[in-house]
């Protein structure tokens, strides 16, 4: 994983400011977000694709690219926490959902 | 947390931008990754000891085809690549080195090159033992043709090591390591080359043994070559040791007594048994020429050339086969010299004079047998006998002046008698000759030094025209 981390630094962090950027924007926004069904077949899906890169049965250059979107996604997700994490604590008062 | 959820649910906008850096990420970083994986690798096993290792990278998966000299070596070729940071799977496609069964190895000297085949134990007993050859045998090609195996015997690069010296003193021939024993034949480069090589094989390391040693010599060669022009006689080849050396430059001093010797001989092992014992006499057989060359060959020897006289070409084969140790053989290629013009008894006397002033007719000591070392001397006395048939020839004998009167003289006598029984038996007539006796009563030196008493021992022959 460091590997990849110090491998792959420059598309993390590219990852990691668009999730910033996403979870500054989630506070704020007021479309519809995913309903919980689709968040927990998503869910279940990552959970999926986790289950199958960490036992591997995935061969080759597949298997890589499953690992690298996995921690783009999981650097995103991080990115999109502290965004979102961030905006809340700025903003004055209490914000209502949409 | 509640926040947190509520937030998170309107995230998934950004999974578009981020599908496009991940499928940007994959494209651009892919052949890079296997390049470095590939590169850390081959590193990483730079020192496992393998044969015929291949690396191919696919993602973080790397495939490893090798050839392995163990299984331990097997299993920490694949525990290396996986330790390789950033690999994720390996997949093993190592096996084991082919073991052989027996465990042969081989180095066949022809006359252009060397040729290693066989098996070798490991990569760097090859590089070694390919090296140690070139190193060996200088300038000679050196082919190596050697697999790869397992099973070598142990301490086989020693051996090999050891063996390959040996082909250097080889002309041609194979030299076979099967398993612990060691099979040799060929022909040797040098006289002497068959014992060294066996005398290095009792340094083969602990465990190996010697099945067969089927290494020849070169013929052992001993030639002496008379030259009547340039009054010389040249002596090339081998002997034995320098007892043997020493015993046959003298032999051949006494025996050709007009004749320098040139000794070119050198030393070697390897004579045939009874070496001196027939080279001796096959010199006393030479001197009895006026031109010829012998030639001994293991234990051939073959004489060629032209005798004085008729009866000496028979004498000659009778008394060298009878001379010869046994197992010696004979082949002479004899002719007999055209007889030289006659001559008067004033040149007769001359010729005699000047032959008997190079050398002198020896006996044993006290007694009247006459020494073999004088047959060539005695030859040339009777070649010029033949030249004057028409004259008389008292042969004189003198002693010094060691011991009594009346012994001295009967010797003298008895000692000019026995050179007129051999030149007798030469086939010149009895009645032309004399045997006279002086005993030491005429000395042509002082009797007080041994040289003075050696030059008074001697025959004289004195011509005398027929009446």
């Known amino acids: 994983m460091m590997f990849l981390a110090t491998f792959h630094w420059g598309w993390l962090v590219a990852a990691l400011l668009l999730g910033f950027a996403m979870g500054w924007i989630a506070v ?63 903003l004055p008062g209490p914000v209502s959902a949409a | 947390m509640r926040g947190l959820a509520r937030w998170s649910s309107k995230w998934w906008p950004g999974t578009i931008p ?89 180095a066949e000297r022809d ?19 390919l090296e140690a050859a070139r190193a060996d045998l200088g300038g000679v090609e050196v082919v ?25 003193k080889l002309k041609d021939g194979k030299i076979t390591i099967s398993d612990s024993k060691v099979s040799l034949a060929g022909m040797a480069r040098e006289i002497g080359g068959r014992e060294a090589i066996a005398a290095a094989l009792k340094n083969l390391p602990e465990g190996f043994s010697v099945a067969a040693n089927d290494i020849k010599a070169p013929p ?35 025996k050709f007594f007009s004749e320098k ?62 001379d010869f140790p046994q197992g010696w053989q004979l082949k002479a290629d004899v002719s007999v010299k055209p007889a030289a013009a006659p001559v008067d008894a004033t040149v007769c006397q001359q010729l005699f004079t000047d032959v008997l002033g190079k050398g002198t007719i020896r006996f044993e000591s006290g007694r009247s047998n006459i020494d073999a070392d004088s047959a060539g001397l005695l030859d040339h006395l ?12 008292e042969v004189v004998g003198h002693t010094d002046s060691d011991g009594d009167g009346p012994a001295n003289q009967t010797l003298s006598e008895r000692r000019a008698q026995a050179v007129v029984d051999y030149l007798v038996k030469a086939g010149l007539p009895a009645s032309r000759f004399a045997a006279i006796g002086y005993g030491s009563t ?9 040289e003075g008493k050696a030059r008074n021992r001697r025959i004289e022959f004195v011509v005398k025209e027929q009446p």
């Open chain 2, 144 to 168: 190596d043709q050697t697999n790869l195996s397992r099973g070598a015997p142990p301490r086989f690069d020693e051996a090999a090591l050891l063996l390959l010296d040996q082909v250097a």
């Open chain 2, 261 to 322: 010797v040139v000794d070119n001989l050198k030393t070697s092992l390897g004579a045939p048994s009874g070496f001196s014992n027939a080279v001796v006499p096959a010199l006393g057989a030479l001197s009895r020429l006026s031109t010829g060359t012998l030639v001994v060959t293991d234990r051939e020897v073959k004489l060629s050339g032209d005798v004085l006289y008729d009866a000496a070409a028979g004498q000659l084969r009778a008394n060298l086969i009878k």
């Open chain 2, 220 to 254: 052992y060669i001993f030639q002496a070559n008379k030259d009547p022009v340039a009054l010389t006689v040249t002596l090339t080849g081998y002997v034995p040791d320098n007892n043997a050396h020493t015993a046959i430059v003298a032999s051949a001093g006494r």
């Open chain 2, 111 to 129: 006359v252009v090159r060397v040729t290693l085949t066989g098996s070798s134990p490991l990569p760097t007993t090859k590089g070694k033992l």
């Open chain 2, 442 to 450: 005429q000395p042509v030196a002082a009797n007080d030094t041994d």
């Open chain 2, 18 to 106: 981020l599908a496009v850096i991940w499928a940007l990420a994959g494209w651009f970083s892919t052949s890079p990754l296997e390049t470095e994986l590939a590169g850390r690798s081959t590193a990483a096993l730079k020192d496992v000891l393998l044969d015929k290792s291949k690396i191919t990278v696919s993602g973080r998966d790397v495939t490893l085809v090798a050839d392995a000299f163990s299984e331990e070596g097997r299993r920490n070729a694949v525990a290396t690549i996986e330790a390789v940071p950033g690999v994720r799977l390996v997949n093993d496609e190592t096996r084991l080195v082919p073991e052989a069964k027996p465990f042969v190895w081989s």
């Open chain 2, 382 to 393: 009777i070649e010029i006998a033949l030249r004057c048939a028409a004259t008389n020839i």
């Open chain 1, 28 to 90: 704020v926004h007021r479309g519809h977000g995913v309903s919980k069904a689709l968040a927990g077949w998503l869910g279940a899906l990552v959970a999926l694709l986790l289950a199958a890169s960490l036992t591997h049965i995935v061969p080759g250059r597949v298997g890589y690219w499953l690992d690298l979107d996995l921690v783009i996604f999981a650097v995103y997700l991080i990115g999109c926490a502290i965004g979102s994490w961030l905006r809340n604590r700025v």
